[in-house]
């Protein structure tokens, strides 16, 4: 596997930054958790035309994916210890966004 395909995945010719492959297994499990439950709140938001719960949705989205490495500065241009600190404060953020939700 060369460096770009370590980096990137290319889906119907668009380029899209993988997952941080150093990133520990639950806490990636966790993260696309969080992901998918945003990319679906986004879908309801919009159908049910909040604009404040599609801002949410999608705040949890971003979160999610700058914790996975896939947004923000480069994975692969960090620190490990960086990468993982990052993970985890989009982890723990996106868990108070549970919090307060409850």
Known sequence: MSVDDERW???NGRRWRRTDPEL???TVRALTSHLGRGRSGVRAA???GDDDAV???RRRVGLAKHGLGERGDPWWE???E???RRAEDALAELDALDDAAD
């Open 24 to 26: 520990a297994e639950e």
């Open 78 to 80: 960090m620190t490990l």
């Open 46 to 48: 919009k159908s049910a």
């Open 9 to 11: 995945l290319v889906v």
């Open 55 to 57: 801002a949410l949705a």
């Open 82 to 84: 960086d990468r993982r």
